[in-house]
């Protein structure tokens, strides 16, 4: 079918501007010549941001009701996404959602540079930082909101205060006004409160993470489900029932995202982080790492895998080769268009796919590109940063310095802590100005550093480890002396296991690199 014909009127706008990309794009794609260019002009076939109000309001209305909106604006004096709790009121009282998200991967160091992000002065916290809120869909707007609430007031206050310091500092005498170094007045009136979302299971939308935004789906599925276990206690007939009940709530999923206007694979939770988020979208930070040692790394950290297969590598064998199979059929059985969606939703094909142990979860969470296709259909590749984990464990310092520069975390604000901490505190211009005297210390960035430079450790050792025994078992050697945990920590991969993931997901890694535009980002990953 012509895409042309699918669109309803909420795509109305994008018809003529379609037609003349997609034939652009035909050509470009006949010569091999894939640029950025294309790829923000391919953007233009989807809406973004607050232009998909309307279907956030069908898909998610509790997000609609309590979330920021045209008729709920931003603050546009403030760094961090906040707005008026009350339409029209000016009382201060503000909502605010996180300015920036530490979105993933697991097992990829992102838990740890949250954590040394976290610590930073400029950056407010509130107690759902890792609540882990836009993947689990029993999770309200409202709660979410009522959780940031103490911090939305230090960002709605932290201007003030530090104009009270200037009243105060200038009622007495003290230097501090008008220069522009760090620790001055001016340089404090430049710096601006921020929250910061550490929930590493907001990047790769696999079905578990993703039902918010499939909510049609749950509604036809639970009564159906519920219907067959009634009718049928068990055996052959209340499988067949419940097999009706997936391809029901399937088919009703669909309508609903036809009815929207909008392409059934991208009805995903970053169009609802887009469709909130409106005009002021998050800096999203994503950390990735091999996927085939990120997939091994999660099998040791969660207990629930060895208690079922065993603690040893031919269990994780065992395991992996069972979620790999169980995909792959997927992938074979069902249409042309099976894989993505078996990459998507593989838990809704049937009871073969629900049965399987946490349904193939960790070895998706490792294809990357296809989270990140969709991830740049909604947003601008400027609001993503994009790191390799094994920079990051390499040289932890420097990456910290890197993502905190791209957040506008201005490093000196480290130093001036106990200034931020008593300015933040201060209720008089007084004590305002008593704040500014605080001394400069290197206290906290010494506490940064332990944790980036522990916070990873046991991964990195695992991971060398690991990546030099791999080395040595493909040119058929073994470590002198290595029986196959000297590190204290999990004992190596086998090889032959490690070179059926890689080529696994070896496509998926060549896309990535197309996507970021750097072939050297997957260097060793192949």
Not at 37 to 46: F, I, M, N, P
Not at 231 to 236: S, V
Not at 242 to 252: F, I, K, S
Not at 322 to 345: D, P, V, Y
């Amino acid at each position: 079918m012509n895409p042309m014909h699918q669109l309803t009127p909420v795509c109305v706008r994008y018809k003529v501007i379609l037609s003349f990309f997609l034939l652009l794009t035909n050509e470009l794609w006949m010569h091999g010549r894939i640029c950025a260019l294309e790829r923000q002009l391919l953007a233009a076939r989807l809406p973004r941001g607050w232009e998909l109000r309307e279907a956030l309001e069908k898909l998610d209305k509790e997000l609609y009701d309590n979330g920021p909106g045209p008729e709920r604006p931003f603050v546009s004096a403030l760094k961090n996404p906040c707005w008026a709790v009350r339409k029209g009121a000016d009382d201060g009282e503000l909502s605010c959602l996180p300015y920036a998200m530490v979105m993933g991967g697991f097992h990829c160091g992102a838990a740890s540079l949250w954590q040394a992000l976290y610590k930073h002065p400029l950056v407010v916290k509130s107690d759902v930082s890792r609540w882990h809120f836009w993947a689990e869909m029993d999770k309200t707007m409202s709660g979410y909101l009522a959780g940031t609430s103490r911090a939305a007031a230090r960002i709605a206050a932290w201007p003030l205060q530090v104009e009270a310091a200037a009243k105060g500092l200038a009622s007495s005498g003290a230097a501090g006004l008008g220069f522009g170094d760090a620790g001055s007045i001016a340089w404090f009136r430049r710096q601006q409160k921020i929250l910061l979302d550490g929930s590493s299971s907001t990047f790769a939308f696999y079905w578990s993470p993703n039902v918010r935004a499939h909510r049609a789906y749950v509604k036809a599925m639970v009564p159906c489900w519920d219907g067959c276990h009634k009718a049928h206690r068990e055996g052959a007939e209340r499988d067949s029932c419940l097999g009706d009940c997936y391809a029901t709530a399937r088919q009703a999923d669909r309508q609903f995202a036809a009815n929207l206007g909008l392409p059934y694979n991208d009805i995903s939770l970053p169009l609802l982080v887009s469709a909130v988020y409106g005009r002021r979208p998050p800096k999203m930070v994503v950390l990735m790492r091999n996927p085939v040692d990120r997939l091994y790394s999660a099998y040791w950290r969660y207990g629930h895998y060895r208690d079922k297969f065993g603690p040893n590598p031919e269990a994780f064998e065992e395991y992996t080769r069972g979620q790999l199979t169980a995909l792959k059929h997927c992938m074979n059985r069902n249409g042309s268009e099976s894989e993505i969606s078996c990459l998507l939703h593989f838990e809704t094909w049937g009871l073969e796919e629900e049965k399987l142990y946490f349904h193939a979860d960790q070895l998706l969470r490792g294809v990357y590109s296809v989270w990140l296709e969709v991830w740049l259909k909604f947003f601008d590749r400027k609001d993503l940063l994009v790191v390799r984990s094994e920079d990051y464990f390499a040289d932890p310092v420097e990456v910290y310095s890197r993502v905190a520069e791209w957040l506008g975390l201005d490093p000196s604000a480290i130093d001036y802590h106990a200034r931020i901490e008593r300015l933040g505190k201060a209720k008089t211009p007084a004590e305002a100005a008593q704040a500014m005297q605080a001394p400069v210390d290197d206290k906290l960035w010494n506490e940064i550093r332990q944790i980036l430079l522990r916070g990873e450790r046991e991964d990195v050792l695992r991971y060398e480890f690991n990546s030099r025994q791999a080395k040595l078992a493909a040119q058929g050697q073994q470590e002198q002396g290595v029986t196959g945990n000297s590190d204290g920590g999990r004992p190596p991969m086998s090889a032959a296991i490690r070179r059926e993931l890689t080529e696994f997901y070896a496509p998926y890694n060549q896309r990535l690199a197309q996507l970021l535009e750097d072939p050297n980002f997957i260097r060793g990953w192949n």
